[in-house]
C-alpha cells in the first residue's frame, strides 16, 4: 500500500492504475477507521482494481461549536487497517493542500440539506458536498462507497452526483453494527460507559419501529412518535430529531407507500449520534 | 463534424477519441456564434486532437427579467460556421437534458461574483458556474477556452477550476473586435442601427484610458470618472458600472501597482453590453 500526501501524487496514481486498464474504486473517509469502514474497502476491493482511500477531518463541515478540534485521529492505526483490506493507495492530505487559500467555491444541494442533520447543522453538507466533489475530482474514481449510516450524506451525494454529472457510480452500504446493535461511528469512542449502554436505545427504537411496519402499522406519525417515546424512556438520552421521511427526497412522510427511512439524532452527554433504518410498506 | 444532442453520445464521442490518444478541447458557447467564437474554435483546433464545441442558452444565468426568451438563436447558420473551422462535435442539448428535474445542486464562487456584472445581475455567475462545472464534467477536455471579453466569468471559472481541483486548463482568449472597435457580441444584434453607433464610445474610452496610463495615470478613480466622463456624453449610454479592480480577486484598486482590469456595462436602449481591457503599470 502506498501512502501519499499531495494532489499530484494521487493523480499520477490513478492515471497508471486506468492506464493498466484497472477500475478505480474509492471511499473517502474521516479516519480513525472502525469495521464500517472497513466493509466499505472490501467492497471496494472485491469490485476494484485499485482502491484508493482518503483520510481527510474535513473542517468545513464542521460547525463552530461542534467537535472538529477533538475528532478522534491515529493516523497510524488506520494505516494498519487499510494495509490490512489491501488499500492500494492511501491519500491523507493536510489542510492546506486541500484547501489552499484564497478559497471561494462551494458546491450547495438545496431541498435535501435543510432537514434531518441539515436542521441542526447548518452549513454541514454544504462543506461534505464541496469537499466530496473535490476528492472525486481529484481521484476520478469509476465506483465510490458510503456507508449508509450516513443516510442523508448518501442522499445528497446522489443527488450533486446526478445534478453537476460526474461520471461515477455511488455504491451506498449496509450501517455496520457492533454485536449488541450500535452502529458502528468514529464517535463512539466519546461515550462514557454509561452512555454507551444507554445508546442501545437507538437501534432498539429503529428495530421496533420496523417490527411495528410489518405488523402493519402505516401511520408514520404514529410510528415515530413510538421512537421517540421509547427513547424518552432512557435518562441520558436527548433527542434532536427522529423523523420519518421519503426515502430520496428526504421530506416528512404521514403514510407509508414506498421506501422511506426512520432517522434520528440524539445526545448522549456531549455525543451526538445518528442511526437509521429504511422501512418498506411490504 | 457530428451533431449530437444527448449527454451519452457525448460521453461516447469523447472517450473515444480519448482512447486513440487525442488531447480534448472544448469551447463552450451560447451559440448565434460571431469571428469571437471562431478565434475560440480555431485556436482549440490548433492545440487539440478533438474539438467539442456546446451551444446551450442556459436559462439558470438569465435573470427574471433579462433576455433569455428572446436571446438569439440560428442553429443551421451555427452548425455552418463550426464545420467551416473543423469542429469534430457539435453539442446541442436540450434544457432538459442539463437540467432533468429535480435539480438541486448549485455551485457557487464568494468573492468574485458580487461585483461588477455579478452586482447588476444577481445569481448570473452560480448559473454560469453550475452550467460549465456540468459541461466540464460531460466532456471532460484537456483544455477550455473562453472570451476574455467576459472577464468576470474568466476569472470565476479559473477559481472554480482551482477551487474543485478540476483537472483541466482554462485558456483565455483576447477579445475579438469589429473593424471599428465594437468588441463582438451576440448581443450586438439588438442594436439599432444609432445605437450600434453610440456603442463605440465603450472601446473609445477604454482606449483612452490606456493611454492615460500609458501617459503616467496611475489614478484609478481619476481613471474610471475619465472612462464615465466619456461615456456620458454620449445621449444612448446609459452606464451600469464602470470600474477598475485588481486581475485576478476583481476588488477595486486605488493606484496601478500591478495588472489591473477596467471592466464597464452600459445599457443602450434595451441592450445591455460590456466590454474591457487590461491595465498593466508598466
Do not use: W
Amino acid at each position: 500500500m502506498r501512502i501519499v500526501t499531495t494532489i499530484a501524487e494521487v493523480r499520477e496514481a490513478v492515471r497508471q492504475a486506468r492506464h493498466a486498464g484497472q477500475r478505480i474504486g474509492f471511499v473517502p473517509t474521516m479516519g480513525y477507521l472502525h469495521e464500517g469502514h472497513l466493509t466499505l474497502m472490501r467492497q471496494a476491493r472485491s469490485e476494484a482494481g485499485f482502491v484508493v482511500v482518503s483520510i481527510f477531518v474535513n473542517p468545513t463541515q464542521f460547525g463552530p461549536n461542534e467537535d472538529f478540534a477533538r475528532y478522534p485521529r491515529d493516523l497510524e492505526r488506520d494505516e494498519a487497517l487499510c494495509a490490512s483490506v489491501s488499500v492500494d493507495l492511501l491519500f491523507h492530505p493536510a489542510v492546506e493542500e486541500i484547501y489552499p487559500q484564497p478559497f471561494r467555491t462551494s458546491v450547495k444541494v438545496a431541498g435535501l440539506t435543510d432537514r434531518l442533520c441539515g436542521a441542526s447543522r447548518p452549513g454541514h453538507f454544504d462543506g461534505v458536498a464541496t469537499v466530496v466533489s473535490k476528492l472525486f475530482n481529484i481521484v476520478k474514481p469509476d465506483v465510490a462507497y458510503f456507508g449508509q449510516k450516513d443516510a442523508q450524506q448518501v442522499a445528497v451525494i446522489q443527488r450533486m452526483v446526478a445534478d453537476l454529472n460526474l461520471d461515477l457510480e455511488i455504491v451506498p452500504v449496509p450501517t455496520v453494527r457492533e454485536p449488541d446493535g450500535l452502529a458502528m461511528s468514529s464517535r463512539n469512542t466519546y461515550l462514557s460507559p454509561a452512555e454507551r449502554q444507554a445508546a442501545l436505545v437507538l437501534s432498539r427504537s429503529l428495530a421496533m419501529a420496523r417490527d411495528l411496519v410489518m405488523a402493519g402499522e402505516r401511520n408514520m406519525s404514529a410510528l415515530a412518535a413510538a421512537i421517540r417515546a421509547m427513547i424518552a424512556e432512557e435518562p441520558l438520552a436527548e433527542i434532536d430529531y427522529v423523523e420519518i421521511v421519503d426515502y430520496a427526497a428526504l421530506q416528512p412522510v404521514e403514510r407509508l407507500e414506498r421506501r422511506a427511512l426512520a432517522a434520528l439524532a440524539v445526545r448522549f452527554g456531549k455525543t451526538r449520534l445518528i442511526d437509521n433504518i429504511t422501512l418498506e410498506p411490504s
